[in-house]
């Protein structure tokens, strides 16, 4: 049997047992469906379906390989992109661990030059530096620092949402994405109207692009003769004190190359390091502006503008502007991972674990395959591999991930 045929009929058993596990979404008259399927691997989209059973059945009759809907509300979703009638769309964040740099990417993730065949770790290069060739096969993995990196990012975005933006939690709906990361949508009449303008400055906001502290409260004032510097508080509110805590956790770990990095002089680094407690400290009153030597307004602007990232959720901008978009759809599988997309409240975002409550096929039977090569990975309480060219029995869920990430095949 090969791979395709067999991951299939694995998907068509869950679909059969678990199509009421398919999260159907408001509205579903006006949204427009896409697919994917297993054979065909192209994508069919501009469906619509005007009632839940309908949806349910295709996807137990099709068996796609991945399911999307849109965030947008449509007069006439079947129609023509330009016909169909945009009547509004749901606000949607996409936070990947693929747009995030991480650590590990360059020990699980590879890619292969579809030209010349070369082979690489870590970020895939826009250009094979062999033959100059720009499509790449490329194999990324869901793994756990990578997967609390993702996780991280998603609680800045949530905390700025509720926060700075008003969005109350019944508004804000969390979900894993069956693979590397985090959806964030907002489903309220507020944002339903915006246009791509609009959502980019959200966008903007929460990434903190283009943000300076000279126009939040960090200035030079003049007093006589003397001047000092005053600015943002822990406390205050929106980017305010997000600036302010960004510096204070920069502050907090910063070595000396971080220092560096921002062209600080030597002398100053060296002051900064030395006095890093008294600094922190200094939050408690009216904030550390002038008790650095030879730190003055500009100093801190570097400082500030580098602490940003600290603050800021690393979110997707494409996809959020997109009032197009299709977004996975939750409740479905994942065709990469054979992983669920799943939804949860916005209160478990700290607790909420991926690779254990995404899992989809729960049989204890085990399945021999061949894995060419994959890293060790967690699924539920157990670890797999490391594995190099071995055959090997695993648990359904196990063997359908390695041979979805296309890293095993099955034996016969
Ligand atoms: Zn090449
Ligand atoms: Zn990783």
Redesign the pocket.
Known sequence: MDNLTFIREAFSTFYSNNVDRVEIPKSIESREFGFTLFKEGVMVRHKGFMNPEDLKDFIKRNVPSNVYYSAAYYSVPEAKMDEKGWLGSDLFFDID?DHIP?K??K??DTWTCKGCGLKGKGKTPEKCPNCGNESFDEKT?P?E??LETARSETIKLIDILMDDLGFSDKEVKCSFSGHRGYHVQVDSEDILNLDSNARKEIVDYVTGTGIDAAFHGLEEVRDGKTSFIIGPSLDDIGWRGRMARGLYEFLLTAVDVDLKRLRLKKRTIERILANRDEILESWKVNGPWNIVEGLGLEGWRKIIHHSIAFQSAKVDTVVTVDVHRLIRLPGTLHGKTGLLKISFPVSRIEDFDPLKEALAFRSEDKVEIYVDEAPAFRLGDEVFGPFEKQKVKLPLSAAIFLLCKNAARVID
């Open positions: 661990a991480t590990c990417d020990k699980h993995w793994c620092a990578c």
